[in-house]
C-alpha cells in the first residue's frame, strides 16, 4: 500500500534539494511542487455554491479527491511505495492534507525570511536582461524595496507561504508537522535527514550527498527567473553575507517565529538564533 506525505514551508529554503535528497530512495517519489493541490482545490470549488452542490456530498468529494490523486501518481510515481507530494499550501491545508491521507506527516522546509528574500534579490539581479515573473509591474521590479515589499505580502510568494506556515505550526494538528530549517540541512545533511526517517518512521537508505541529481529549467524558464530551483549537486553550506540593506534585512528578521518552543506541538531540526551571515 502507497503512504502519502507532504513537503511544504518557506520558497528558497530546500524544498527542492530536499525532494532530489529523497528522490535517491528506491522506495520514494519526491519532487518540486506539483499541482495536485490546484487539481484538488478545482474539484473543490465545482462541487461547491452551484446548482449541483445539493447532489454532491461530503463522502462523495473526499472520494472525488482521493481519485484525483491516485490518478495523477498511478501516473506519475508508478511503483512507488512513499510519495511526497509538494506544495507551499499544504501547511495552510493541513485539515484537508490528513483528512485525505490520515498516515500522512507534513515536512515544513523553513529558513529566515531575510535569507529567503536575500536569495530571491540574488537571482533577481543576476539576471539583470530578464523581467521575472514573481513580480507583477514594474513599480514592484524597481528597487529592493519594491521588491521586498511586494513578495512578502501575506498573498505573495513569501507572505504567503509564512502566514500558512504559522497557522500550521500553532495548530491542533502540528505534532504531524516537521520544521527542518535550510542551514542545518546544507551543514548537517546525513544527521538531519536521519531525523527525518526518524519522524517518518521510514528504514534508513544511506543517500549520496555528493551526488544529488535534480532540475526543473523549463519550470523556472516559464517564470522568466532562471536558477530559482537549481539544485547544487553537492549538499554543502557556502556562507556569505547578505546583499540587502540592514533595515530590510532587520525588518524581515524578525519574522521567524519557529524559535517559540512552548505554544506548538511541532516537532523542529532548527537553530535558536539567526546572524546576518547564511548561504545562497
Known sequence: MTSHHYITGMPRSGSTLLGGILLQ??????????PLSVFMHAVMRAGSNNEFSDQITDKMLESMLRGVRDIYYNETAAGAEVIFDTNRTWAAQMPLALRLAPEAKMIACVRN??????SVEKITRKNPLKRSGLFGNDAERATVYTRADALTRY??????????????????????????????LCQRPRDTMQLIYQFLDEPWFEHDFDNVDYTAESFDERLNTPGLHTVGRRVEFKPRRSILPPDIFERLNQMVFWNDLHKTKAHKIVTQSEAPVGRA
Do not use: C
Request: aromatic share 14%.
Open 155 to 184: 498573498d505573495r510568494l513569501i507572505g504567503s507561504a509564512w502566514t500558512s506556515l504559522k497557522q500550521a505550526y500553532y495548530s491542533d494538528e502540528a505534532d504531524r508537522l516537521l520544521l527542518v530549517e535550510y542551514d542545518i
Open 113 to 118: 525570511p531575510a535569507w529567503v528574500m536575500d
Open 25 to 34: 530512495n528506491p522506495r520514494f517519489h519526491a519532487g518540486m511542487s506539483s
